[in-house]
């Protein structure tokens, strides 16, 4: 950063340039109205183990640049701040060069990560571990086994092992040896969930191909989330986390793929929600002007498993509202006390900032113009002034 360009920060007393169009994951800020805020917070929160304990299905639209990505990054940041959850955000819903709902679930378990899944894993592992080595010893009389004692007791305990993985998930018990290789440090039991493990790790975790399809994939996914997410009243220390959150940006992005690649992530959308009944949130977001548009796009299949109403996340049309967002935007991003709220702005300056947007007056439109107005006149702001509204006349550039 040049000298001028730290003098302008100073004076503006920002620590962060806050005006940019594209939310940033560091630092992300409400973009929306209060109402449409409360309403998402509701959603995610009912999820919650302590709360209604269901799981959500939810559709957020609006035109581009209304704050739709804002919105998503928002609500991940809040959870990840104060709750043990797990989040995953993507932003556009093809991942890979072939888009499938595979190559999704490879990327939410990559953003988990390998060492957060490790230690989520342990409590499973121990248990599962001392539970069938009890059982396996329990009532054994010795002079009625022929062969080997400790062959017979190991023998014994792996059949109490595969029945305790299936006590726990019966869907796909061998989730748990995959836990197991987790905690034992094998990079092929995280080569399932994100890459290519040989034939004979397969072998090694009682499995008979590698995560290769939307089916495996489904069941490993589902699998994370439901283990993870649920209390064993056997198992101290669970539920690892309380809910479990799946935010998927640009939903419009299956306008431009194939028709296979949009059925296959649909048809896991669907299936995902199905298979979590309890402690999933899951919310999709697109650009669009109304939610005809996820009808025609998802499907009354998917449609009708909506747990809540579409959340419409409108412009800041009334000038009030525009003025409010961008001294809440400032404000996230003050390095010490301003002179006033609006600073380096006047009140006047941002009205007029507001009222010069066009039509609709998005989050992503205000920003931008509130950029250009700063910078234009950063000398004035560099040299101890606030931009007034007879220098937002002389702004160039203004959406």
Avoid at 159 to 177: A, H, I, M, V, W
Wanted: hydrophobic share 40%; with cysteine; aromatic share 8%.
């Amino acid at each position: 950063m040049t000298t001028n360009a730290q003098l302008l920060m100073s004076k503006s007393h920002f620590s962060a340039v806050p005006f940019h169009p594209v939310p940033r994951d560091e630092q992300p800020i409400w973009a929306g109205t209060t109402q449409t805020r409360d309403e998402l917070l509701r959603i995610v929160n009912e999820v919650k183990h302590g709360s209604l304990e269901l799981s959500h299905l939810a559709v957020v639209y609006g035109e581009y640049g209304s704050g739709k990505t804002h919105a998503l990054k928002y609500l991940r940041s809040q959870l990840q701040k104060t709750d043990k959850v797990i989040t995953s955000y993507l932003e556009k819903p093809k991942v890979e060069k072939k888009a499938s709902f595979h190559g999704i679930v490879k990327e939410i378990i990559k953003q988990i990560g390998e060492r957060p899944l490790r230690q989520a894993a342990e409590p499973f592992v121990k248990y599962i571990s001392d539970e069938s080595k009890r059982l396996a010893l329990d009532n054994i009389d010795s002079s009625n086994i022929p062969g080997s004692v400790d062959q017979f007791i190991k023998t014994r305990a792996a059949e109490f092992k595969r029945g305790l993985q299936e006590q726990l998930y019966q869907p796909f018990p061998e989730l748990f040896e995959l836990f197991e290789g987790l905690v034992e440090n094998d990079p092929s039991a995280w080569r399932y969930f994100t890459g290519k493990p040989t034939a004979a790790s397969l072998s090694r975790y009682s499995l008979t191909s590698p995560m290769e399809d939307d089916h495996d994939a489904l069941k490993a996914l589902a699998g994370i989330y439901q283990v993870l997410t649920t209390k064993y009243d056997q198992i101290p220390n669970t539920p690892i986390f309380d809910a479990a959150y799946l935010f998927l940006d640009e939903l419009e992005q299956l306008l431009e793929i194939k028709t296979d690649e949009v059925l296959s992530i649909r048809t896991g959308i669907r299936d995902i929600f199905n298979a979590c009944t309890q402690h999933f949130c899951l919310v999709l977001a697109a650009t669009a002007e109304n939610v005809s548009f996820f009808h025609a796009l998802l499907e009354e299949a998917l449609m009708v498993r909506l747990t809540a109403e579409p959340i419409h996340i409108v412009s800041h049309d009334n000038i009030q509202e525009g003025v409010d967002f961008v001294k809440e935007l400032m404000s996230n991003f003050r390095s010490s006390p301003a002179p006033s709220a609006y600073h380096p702005f006047t009140q006047e300056a941002l009205s007029k900032i507001v009222d010069r947007t066009t039509l609709p007056k998005t989050a992503r439109k205000l920003i931008l113009n509130c950029r250009r107005a700063w910078e234009q006149n950063g000398q004035i702001v560099s040299s101890g002034g606030e931009i007034t509204e007879e220098e937002i006349d002389r702004v160039i550039g203004f959406l």
